[in-house]
């Protein structure tokens, strides 16, 4: 299993980034895959998840409305949209993946495997 990660950057705020999570080594199309962020001095915290077949998407309330998760199945890869970006989106963004069909944003501990992050800085 492999989860690769890219797209972060410096962004100022109320800017745009895009996240690309690639999947590689299981069947893509059959599990849900999220993303968590992790800021400096602070634990893991889940930010979206989309669930396989149309199955749900989920955000955590402080990105609703600014984060959209889509995917591609045709490309085992996960995008996450982030507009109107703020100072507290600053963090380690990683994807990561979940067997089967997930009701609601889950714990971080509950996801199984994780890709190595990539970097988000919002800052002027």
């Known amino acids: 299993v492999q989860l690769v990660e890219s797209g972060g950057g410096l962004v100022q705020p109320g800017g745009s980034l895009r996240l690309s999570c690639a999947a590689s080594?299981?069947?893509?199309?059959?599990?849900?895959i999220g993303w968590v962020r992790q800021a400096p001095g602070k634990e893991r915290e889940g930010v979206s998840l989309?669930?396989?077949?149309?199955?749900?998407?989920y955000y955590a309330p402080s990105v609703k409305g600014r984060f959209t998760l889509s995917r591609d199945n045709a490309k085992n890869t996960v995008y996450l949209h982030m507009e109107s970006l703020k100072p507290e989106d600053t963090g380690v963004y990683y994807c990561?993946?979940?067997?089967?069909?997930?009701?609601?944003?889950?714990?971080?501990?509950?996801?199984?495997?994780w890709g190595q992050g990539t970097q988000v800085t919002v800052s002027s």
């Open positions: 990561a993946m979940i067997e089967g069909v997930v009701a609601g944003l889950p714990s971080t501990d509950e996801f199984e495997y």
């Open positions: 080594g299981f069947a893509f199309d059959g599990k849900a």
């Open positions: 989309i669930n396989h077949s149309d199955r749900g998407t």
